[in-house]
């Protein structure tokens, strides 16, 4: 058995305790048992309803009636729950947390819950590695979990000053084993590259679909939508109360991008406005040719 902070291949991990077994929670309970680095994979989800289901699809091995329970003797501790939940749940499980074991979390925010690790866990701060797996989409729940979701995608891995260089490398051996690839960030970089290119795009989308859909005509107009309505809005179908945490937990560096977004946009207003065909045209073509010069970024890109 390998020792608890081995750098290199990912170690086989006795017990992992999954905290909120939907999608993302539950992807990574199949993941870990399908490549073989969990022994026994134990769940814990506040809807009982929803870790029977985990629990009749085989996501978990087993359920826990409490937070706790689930993280007595884990020497893996996976967090899989709203942003705005991450705190209190630190706080219910932080007893329990042996002195051996590894935290993750897969929020989509991470200053605000490496506060609230530094706060809720104390001397033991330093067993949390904030992590965000870039995976799922807009649907949720443990019935679209799957063990591939991780495969080739992007997780970005935000160190505290408090884990020791062993533990973040094992984190990220763990996630690679899962066959992601891995990135590191400090939180506050994590929190505005993410406002930029995906918070604010999801603030966007809602809006739109909101300012369409309330106009007397609005419903109609939907009848006639084709792909680039389709493209444009899928992510505006995402959970409501997930992406309330996230604007809540990273509003400042929202509010930022959006001054820019507000910006760019009356500079398209005003050519629309002033009739300037020729620098409306200018605007069009620069925005085309960043999006076409635009591709996902491969495994080698660096993220700064």
Same mark, same amino acid.
């Given at each position: 058995?390998?020792?608890?902070?081995?750098?290199?291949?990912?170690?086989?991990?006795? #017990?992992?305790?999954?905290?909120?077994?939907?999608?993302?929670?539950?992807?990574?309970?199949?993941?870990?048992?399908? #490549?073989?680095?969990? #022994?026994?994979?134990?769940?814990?989800?506040?809807?009982?309803?929803?870790?029977?289901?985990?629990?009749?699809?085989?996501?978990?091995? $087993?359920?826990?009636?409490?937070?706790? #329970?689930?993280?007595?003797?884990?020497?893996?501790?996976?967090?899989?729950?709203?942003?705005?939940?991450?705190?209190?749940?630190?706080? /219910?499980?932080?007893?329990?947390?042996?002195?051996?074991?590894?935290?993750?979390?897969?929020?989509?925010?991470?200053?605000?819950?490496?506060?609230?690790? /530094?706060?809720?866990?104390?001397?033991?701060?330093? /067993?949390?590695?904030?992590?965000?797996?870039?995976?799922?989409?807009?649907?949720?729940?443990?019935?679209?979990?799957?063990?591939?979701?991780?495969?080739?995608?992007?997780?970005?891995?935000?160190?505290?000053?408090?884990?020791?260089?062993?533990?973040?490398?094992?984190?990220?051996?763990?996630?690679?084993?899962?066959?992601?690839?891995?990135?590191?960030?400090?939180?506050?970089? *994590?929190?505005?590259?993410?406002?930029?290119?995906?918070?604010?795009? *999801?603030?966007?989308?809602?809006?739109?679909?909101?300012?369409?859909?309330?106009?007397?005509?609005?419903?109609?107009?939907?009848?006639?939508?084709?792909?680039?309505?389709?493209?444009?809005?899928?992510?505006?179908?995402?959970?409501?109360?997930?992406?309330?945490?996230?604007? *809540?937990?990273?509003?400042?560096?929202?509010? $930022?991008?959006?001054?820019?977004?507000?910006?760019?946009?009356?500079?398209?207003?005003?050519?629309?406005?002033?009739?300037?065909?020729?620098?409306?045209?200018?605007?069009?073509?620069?925005?085309?040719?960043?999006? /076409?010069?635009?591709?996902?970024?491969?495994?080698?890109?660096?993220?700064?």
């Amino acid at each position: 058995m390998h020792g608890p902070f081995e750098a290199g291949a990912s170690r086989v991990y006795q #017990r992992v305790a999954v905290l909120g077994v939907g999608l993302l929670g539950g992807s990574f309970a199949l993941a870990i048992k399908r #490549r073989g680095l969990a #022994r026994e994979v134990v769940g814990y989800a506040k809807s009982p309803s929803t870790l029977n289901a985990a629990l009749a699809a085989g996501v978990i091995d $087993h359920g826990a009636d409490s937070a706790l #329970r689930a993280v007595t003797g884990a020497d893996l501790v996976v967090l899989a729950v709203p942003v705005a939940a991450t705190a209190a749940l630190l706080k /219910q499980i932080a007893l329990g947390v042996s002195a051996g074991s590894l935290l993750l979390d897969v929020g989509s925010t991470k200053a605000d819950v490496a506060l609230a690790a /530094q706060q809720a866990l104390g001397a033991r701060a330093g /067993q949390f590695v904030p992590c965000h797996p870039i995976a799922g989409g807009e649907v949720s729940g443990v019935q679209h979990a799957r063990a591939a979701l991780f495969d080739g995608c992007r997780v970005v891995v935000t160190p505290l000053d408090e884990n020791p260089p062993t533990l973040v490398d094992a984190a990220c051996a763990l996630w690679e084993g899962l066959g992601a690839h891995v990135a590191r960030m400090t939180p506050a970089e *994590h929190d505005a590259a993410f406002a930029a290119v995906s918070h604010l795009p *999801h603030l966007l989308a809602f809006a739109y679909v909101q300012a369409l859909t309330r106009q007397p005509k609005g419903g109609g107009y939907l009848q006639l939508a084709g792909p680039g309505f389709r493209d444009f809005t899928r992510i505006a179908a995402s959970d409501a109360v997930m992406w309330r945490d996230v604007f *809540h937990a990273n509003g400042s560096e929202v509010l $930022h991008q959006l001054q820019l977004f507000k910006q760019a946009l009356a500079a398209f207003e005003a050519q629309l406005r002033q009739g300037n065909w020729s620098l409306l045209e200018n605007l069009i073509r620069d925005a085309s040719a960043s999006r /076409q010069a635009w591709s996902t970024p491969s495994v080698d890109d660096d993220i700064a």
